[in-house]
């Protein structure tokens, strides 16, 4: 009788396609690239209607008149700006927070501002304060007018200073022992190790700035995206010199324009290569911003050409109106 035999169990073929070892060849976030963005303001004229050091100077120090006088020392060449600015400070014999409340009741908030700053947080779009002011003064007036948290998302670049509990001694941490107190050679080397032209995600920022004065022109010349208050000294500067630029009366107008940027660097680049509006000179600030720095070589006290902390009426004399709102190619 034959044996019965039981045949091998077979195993049915596996045709499913092999998992590489390999990484994926494309990265799922880089496709869906969005471009960083940068913001760069100005303080005094620009974010506040008035000039924080006038309001003490004239309010507890050396007063208008002498102020007028100081000023045209520097115009002249008389004295240094550091000189001058020493004698102004030095002036001053009131406590902070007295020369603070001062400051509390005259000045003003552009109406739009905070709302403009929400958006940039909403946003993840960072916001930086360059100022010729005293830190400690524009710390406190945005932690009073903002709110500490909000506050607290905006970086300031600008002198620091001393002032003694009675307020009988006022002065100035010049960031650069120089007769301007800021050596701009000098910050140029010592951001000359973080160059770097793309953020750090690989993605070249667009980099906005926005002013009023003159003082404002060295930054200003650094930016992708100008934004000049209207009727103001910088807005006639930008025209005099063919130097494209976009006006505004309140952030509204920014937050609205920056829209409207964002939208159309999405759609002619998808957030790759250089920004659809890119200025070369740009670079300083992008090379910054990707070593999460705020550049320091505007941040200080300004030269001859920069004197709005100083001459708000002769360099940002409010005009309404008289001047043609334009981008001037």
């Known amino acids: 009788m034959p044996i019965a035999i039981t045949p091998p169990a077979i195993t049915p073929k596996d045709l499913s396609v092999p998992r590489t070892s390999y990484p994926p060849t494309q990265n799922v976030e880089a496709l869906n690239i969005k471009r960083k963005i940068i913001c760069f303001s100005d303080f005094d004229g620009t974010i506040f ?10 309010a507890h120090g050396c007063g208008s008149a002498r102020r007028e006088i100081l000023d045209e020392q520097i115009k002249t060449g008389e004295r240094s700006f550091r000189e001058v600015s020493e004698e102004m400070w030095g002036s001053l014999n009131v406590p902070f927070e007295d020369g603070f409340e001062v400051m509390e009741k005259t000045l003003e908030i552009d109406p739009d501002f905070q709302q403009f700053h929400k958006f940039c947080i909403e946003n993840e779009i960072p916001f930086n304060v360059i100022s010729a002011g005293l830190k400690p003064i524009l710390r406190k007036v945005l932690d009073a007018f903002l709110g500490e948290e909000e506050s607290s998302h905006i970086e ?3 002198n620091d200073a001393n002032i003694t509990e009675d307020g009988s001694n006022w002065a100035p941490i010049w960031r650069h022992d120089t007769d301007l107190g800021h050596d701009k050679a000098l910050s140029i080397t010592e951001y000359r190790d973080q ?11 667009l980099i906005v700035f926005i002013g009023d004065g003159v003082s404002d022109l060295p930054a200003a010349r650094e930016a992708d995206v100008l ?6 000294r910088l807005e006639e500067y930008c025209i005099e ?3 494209a630029y976009i006006g505004f009366d309140t952030f509204a107008d920014i937050e609205r324009e920056v829209r409207a940027i964002m939208r159309e660097d999405e759609e002619k680049t998808k957030g790759r290569g250089v920004p659809a509006r890119f200025n070369p000179r740009a670079n300083m600030w992008r090379r910054v911003s990707s070593k ?4 320091r070589l505007v941040a200080a006290t300004p030269s001859k ?3 709005m902390f100083l001459w708000p009426n002769a360099f940002s004399e409010y005009k309404p109106h008289t001047i043609t709102e334009a981008v001037v190619a």
């Open 49 to 58: 209607m008035q000039d924080t050091g006038h309001i003490l100077f004239d």
């Open 156 to 158: 300031i670049v600008a």
């Open 195 to 205: 160059a770097k032209l793309a953020s750090d995600d690989g993605t070249i920022p």
């Open 227 to 232: 934004f000049a208050r209207k009727g103001l």
């Open 241 to 243: 010199n063919k130097i």
């Open 292 to 295: 999460n720095a705020v550049p």
């Open 305 to 307: 050409e920069e004197k």
